[in-house]
T-cell receptor
Framework: NAGVTQTPKFQVLKTGQSMTLQCAQD?????MYWYRQDPGMGLRLIYY???????DKGEVPNGYNVSRLNKREFSLRLESAAPSQTSVYFC?????????????FGEGSRLTVL | GQQVMQIPQYQHVQEGEDFTTYCNSS?????IQWYKQRPGGHPVFLIQ?????EVKKQKRLTFQFGEAKKNSSLHITATQTTDVGTYFC??????????FGKGTRLSVIA
């Protein structure tokens, strides 16, 4: 049972390059989330998708775009990477609703922007 | 917007000592969740509390939800090296995503 799968696990970019982080879940969950984690800052929500076909901004959406491709997949795109986007990115999913029930996290994608 | 404050930011304990982390929300919550993240790992769900004054135990871990549903605590009795990691609380209310505290990093000295 894979749960939440993120790719890539590691990536190094140069300033201005673009890339897409992929996330897929096999638990038939409705809601999916993208977080970034920086030292001392906890988990900050970038974007979320409460259900297939909808996406909304979280706390720190600037510089990012998302696509809920289908119920399983939720991708995060950096159009023009900046050093401030160096971080660990986590995708997560939850079965129903907004905030009730276990949030399942992927293993993370470690991004460095030079 | 809703804010969740968590203290302390860091805690260093000798193995066998107790540990407590506290979480406070600026608004009344419908539920609070706790997660553990091992070094280099991803957050893993520990528990969810939904009732006012609720207390739940998992072996050496005791979780409490305040009467006003605005604060919570996680207490670990007799810490072990396997308890090392960062503990996050996350508050839920209304039709909004969970809001995470900044976490408490626990170090256990053997």
């Amino acid at each position: 049972n894979a749960g939440v799968t993120q790719t890539p696990k590691f990536q190094v970019l140069k300033t201005g390059q673009s890339m897409t982080l992929q996330c897929a879940q096999d638990m038939n969950h409705n809601s999916m989330y993208w977080y970034r984690q920086d030292p001392g800052m906890g988990l900050r929500l970038i974007y979320y998708s409460a259900s297939e076909g909808t996406t909304d901004k979280g706390e720190v959406p600037n510089g990012y775009n998302v696509s809920r491709l289908n119920k399983r997949e939720f991708s995060l795109r950096l159009e023009s990477a900046a050093p401030s986007q160096t971080s660990v990115y986590f995708c997560a999913s939850i079965r129903t609703g907004w905030n009730t029930g276990e949030l399942f996290f992927g293993e993370g994608s470690r991004l460095t922007v030079l | 917007g809703q804010q969740v404050m968590q203290i302390p930011q860091y805690q260093h304990v000798q193995e066998g000592e107790d540990f407590t982390t506290y979480c406070n929300s600026s608004t009344t919550l419908s539920n609070i969740q706790w997660y553990k993240q091992r070094p280099g790992g991803h957050p893993v769900f520990l528990i969810q509390l939904v009732k006012s004054g609720e207390v739940k135990k998992q072996k050496r871990l005791t979780f409490q939800f305040g009467e006003a549903k605005k604060n919570s605590s996680l207490h670990i009795t007799a810490t072990q090296t396997t308890d090392v990691g960062t503990y996050f609380c996350a508050g839920g209310s209304g039709n909004t995503p969970l809001v995470f505290g900044k976490g408490t990093r626990l170090s256990v000295i053997a």
